[in-house]
């Protein structure tokens, strides 16, 4: 079964650094896009950007860039979203998803909640 | 970015509705436009492809159409597990910008 599985929920501080994962299994993770999405609960949908693990080629939202770094390592398929300096409006939950470029989203993983407060 | 508005915001249907959500682009994004339906606490599902192309596995009461700017989502004969909200996304350029979305509520 194709499936991504991230990492649990995380409570953090205004100021701290964090990383959360994706793990990708039953395909070839090095073959498709992944990317992450933000939801603010309540909230909508923002497209934060993606990677290809293949050669890790990154592209961002302008909205997200310098705000976090996507990340991948190909050897234990899984993707990263990092920041350095949490804010509280950071609060949200976080999908990675695989993506078929020009065809969208095919299936996302489970999501992971970060709530940042003092 | 390419701006994606979606309406009406929300909608209230009875079971065997048939409804129809629109998603306007502010740009000619070809066909290149997906369709979601979020359920509260899950995540995402893909309803739609390239506006029109049915995700394996969903049932054939979801349609989409359209093409340049203006889309369309129908759902035709309302199951009680279609209440959700549903997005669109166009997948023309990055960014891959959502719509707002649009809350379908039971009347």
């Known amino acids: 079964e194709e499936q991504l599985v991230q990492s649990g929920a995380e409570v953090k501080k205004p100021g701290e650094s964090l990383k959360i994962s994706c793990k990708g299994s039953g395909y070839s993770f090095i073959d498709y896009w992944i990317g992450w999405v933000r939801q603010v609960p309540g909230k909508g949908l923002e497209w934060m950007g993606i990677?290809?693990?293949?050669?890790?080629?990154?592209k961002y939202s302008p909205s997200f860039q310098g705000q976090v770094t996507i990340s991948a390592d190909k050897s234990v398929s899984t993707a990263y979203l990092q920041w350095t300096s949490l804010k509280a409006s950071d609060t949200a939950i976080y999908y990675c998803?695989?993506?078929?470029?020009?065809?969208?989203?095919?299936?996302w993983g489970q999501g992971t909640l970060v709530t940042v407060s003092s | 970015d390419i701006q994606m508005t979606q309406s009406p915001s929300s909608v209230s249907a009875s079971v065997g509705d048939r409804i129809t959500i629109t998603c306007r682009a502010s740009q000619d994004i070809n066909n290149w436009l997906a369709w979601y339906q979020q359920k509260p606490g899950t995540a995402p599902k893909v309803l739609i492809f390239a506006a029109s192309n049915l995700q394996s596995g969903v049932p054939s009461r979801f349609s989409g159409s359209g093409s340049g700017t203006e889309f369309t989502l129908t759902i035709r004969s309302l199951q009680p597990e279609d209440f959700a909200t549903y997005y669109c996304q166009q997948t023309n350029s990055l960014p891959y910008t959502f719509g707002q979305g649009t809350k379908l509520e039971i009347k």
């Open positions: 990677i290809y693990p293949g050669d890790s080629d990154t």
């Open positions: 998803a695989r993506h078929r470029l020009g065809l969208g989203i095919d299936f």
